[in-house]
């Protein structure tokens, strides 16, 4: 008689605890998920796994009521998402290949520059996230940052202190 061997994956607490901070974030208790990124960052620091750095920043940043805040998170997404391999993406089951984080983060980060009235800047990370917006499948997600783009170049464009 032959057993079969299943590995089953376990589930990532760091990722898990970005989750509840996120849901935290989703719920309008951000104070509450600024504590819970918070006590991650603590515990990964800048030299930790870029995957978790990615994917907490990204969240961090949306939680930040100073938009200097939000830059100085949004900027760490990006950076450590440059470090993150397909491989390391896929072993967090991620299915979609790194690429498609980028339309995302370029989006966030222009937004949060024409927030701070930073217009070419903002333009600039428009253009990159349009550039990268064919790594985003035909999904909810990928329509809600599709839409994200086409409002943040809308707002680029309309005349007025905000859009530059």
Not at 26 to 33: I, L
Not at 114 to 139: F, I, K, M
């Amino acid at each position: 008689m032959s057993e079969s061997i299943e590995t089953v994956q376990q589930p990532d607490p760091v990722m898990a605890e970005i989750g509840r901070g996120m849901e935290l974030g989703q719920r309008g208790e951000r104070d509450a998920a600024r504590g819970v990124f918070a006590g991650v960052w603590d515990r990964l620091g800048a030299d930790g796994d870029p995957f978790h750095i990615c994917a907490l920043a990204h969240s961090m940043a949306d939680v930040q009521d100073d938009p200097r805040e939000e830059l100085v998170w949004d900027l760490r997404a990006l950076e450590a998402a440059d470090l993150v391999s397909d491989e390391r993406a896929r072993r967090a089951g991620v299915a979609s290949p790194v690429a498609a984080f980028y339309p995302s983060l370029h989006l966030n980060l222009g937004d949060v520059y024409r927030r701070l009235g930073e217009p070419d800047l903002a333009r600039e990370h428009l253009a990159r996230g349009l550039d990268a917006v064919g790594t985003l499948g035909d999904d909810g997600y990928g329509q809600l940052i599709k839409g994200g783009l086409d409002r943040l170049a809308e707002r680029l464009a309309a005349p007025g202190p905000a859009s530059g």
